[in-house]
């Protein structure tokens, strides 16, 4: 028995770290701009080592129970506020055969119509669609309704002694906007957002601003998995050393840390400009600093001359400051090394990631594709921090691409960055087709470095079971 299995064995489940590696809060205090109270915080706990049961990702009933128990009683980020900035802009959320319309009804209000005619059903606006208008119309016959909801007009109104307008309103969901992202829930019992997402969670997001920011860059891709799998894809930096070589001589892969919050919040904190531990000793200061990879460049250069004595994160961290004011004419001189480099991942279940980080300034959402589970819609956006001049750039307009297109081809996608979500989304057909294929019928984690899927996947439990 090596020694490293004897003290392995000693310790209580989920307490074993990455050997002979500093922590990620190690090498955050070590920063010269210190990082904030929500980045030097842990908050892990042992959940458990059973295997996750596998045919969640494959029946067909497990994805008719999440339609019926899990998306009508969550919190779904639907859209940014400035998809809608005027009263009567309207933005169609679906999730699985449910539409919605999302509408600015009055300065400070947005409603979430359920996207249907009160007649016989037709759509009042197509899937995919958003525009400007001052009322519901019907393309079927007619019917009609005002933007607060109110029925305007049936058609033939003599043929319908049985309506009563007050009892024709379009029905809602809940809706709640917080950071600039609309949010609904069709359970009108729902607990307030802010409820759900809980204190702790509500402190970090109030810190990162991101109503201040605007969405420079949104992308859409099939994935053939399902949107559980796809999700997981994203939950832990276990699969860099593997499935980004190129990343890892700047990651602390196997030392990034992993926290929880309540039920339905989790991040990990995967620190940059640092060595892998699984490459330690193998590469200069330099090297570090050269292979570098930023989700959000703006196209500026990143070469330069390490001086001795100078570490790849604190060269890189000074150069971001002055780069992303520059790309975003924006002031960061408060903004710690730590939020400038980091790759800051927060799972808001059960659809939604949000980045925290300057860098790597993302939002990514997750839907099963109506008509067949075992596929998702994947979108990436990136949220750049508003212009010092305070005027919002418009959003920009979705690009959705093709199954056999890369996310290099996305314009304003960082090409490193491209690539990387190539290679986590090129795994995902192998996955979804060898969980299905498998003698094995669990899929087994590690204690620390997975816990975001078992925290996830016990979410799902709780309200697939109708809990
Ligand atoms: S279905 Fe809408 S007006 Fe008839
Ligand atoms: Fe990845």
């Known amino acids: 028995m090596t020694a490293q299995t004897a003290e392995k ?3 209580a489940k989920g307490e074993a770290r990455c050997p002979n590696a500093p922590s990620t809060q190690d090498i955050i205090a070590k920063d010269s701009v210190a990082a904030p109270g929500w980045v ?3 908050s892990y706990q042992f959940l458990g080592d059973e295997d996750i049961p596998t045919e969640r990702y494959y029946e067909e009933d497990f994805a008719r129970q ?10 779904q980020f639907t859209c940014r506020e400035e998809h809608i900035p005027e009263v009567g802009d309207y933005y169609v959320y679906d999730i699985g055969r449910k539409s919605f319309i999302i509408t600015r009804v009055a300065e400070n209000e947005v409603r ?3 996207n249907a005619c009160l007649h016989r059903g037709t759509k009042l606006r197509a899937s995919g669609t958003d525009g400007c208008t001052s009322e519901f119309k019907c393309s079927f016959h007619g019917w009609t309704w005002n933007l607060d909801g109110s029925l305007q007009k049936a058609q033939c109104e003599w043929d319908f002694p049985h309506v009563k307008a007050e009892e024709f309103s379009l029905p809602q969901a809940k809706v709640q906007i917080l950071a600039g992202f609309v949010f609904i829930n069709m359970d009108l019992d729902a607990p307030a957002l802010e409820t759900y997402l809980g204190d702790e969670f509500m402190s970090h997001l109030s810190a990162w601003k991101l109503e201040d920011r605007y969405v420079h860059c949104h992308v859409s891709k099939i994935i053939p998995a399902n949107w559980k799998l796809t999700m997981e894809a994203f939950m832990e930096a276990y699969h860099v050393i593997e499935t ?7 990651n602390a892969d196997a030392n990034s840390q992993y926290d929880f919050y309540g039920e339905h919040v989790d991040r990990f904190i995967s620190p940059l400009g640092v060595i892998s531990p699984h490459l330690a000793g193998q590469y200069t200061e330099q090297e570090i600093f050269d292979q570098f990879t930023i989700g959000d460049s703006g196209g500026v250069s ?9 570490t790849a994160r604190a060269a890189m961290a000074k150069m971001f400051r002055g780069m992303f004011e520059e790309a975003s004419d924006s002031d960061l001189s408060h903004v ?5 480099l980091d790759c800051f991942s927060y799972t808001v279940f059960p659809n939604m990631f949000m980045f925290a980080g300057i860098s790597l300034p993302m939002v990514y959402r997750f839907r099963p594709v109506a008509d067949d589970h075992r596929k998702t819609l994947y979108e990436v956006f990136f949220l750049r921090p508003l212009p010092t001049s305070g005027e919002r750039p418009e959003p920009a307009e979705l690009q959705h691409m093709a199954d056999d ?10 090409d490193g960055f491209g690539v990387i979500l190539d290679q986590d989304t090129e795994n995902l057909l192998l996955q979804q087709q060898g969980v299905e294929a498998s003698a094995k019928k669990g899929l087994t984690l590690g204690n620390y470095q997975e816990i975001r899927v078992r925290h996830f996947e016990q979410a799902i439990d709780k309200y697939v079971s109708g809990k």
């Open 9 to 11: 064995m000693n310790m």
């Open 40 to 42: 030097r915080s842990e």
């Open 66 to 75: 999440e339609y019926q128990n899990l998306w009508t009683r969550t919190w």
């Open 112 to 114: 979430a119509y359920y």
């Open 244 to 250: 980004h070589p190129q990343v890892a001589v700047s």
């Open 302 to 310: 990143t070469s330069q001359q390490l001086g001795e004595d100078d």
């Open 336 to 340: 710690s090394d730590s939020e400038l």
């Open 405 to 414: 297109q890369s996310f290099v081809d996305a314009e304003g996608m960082d």
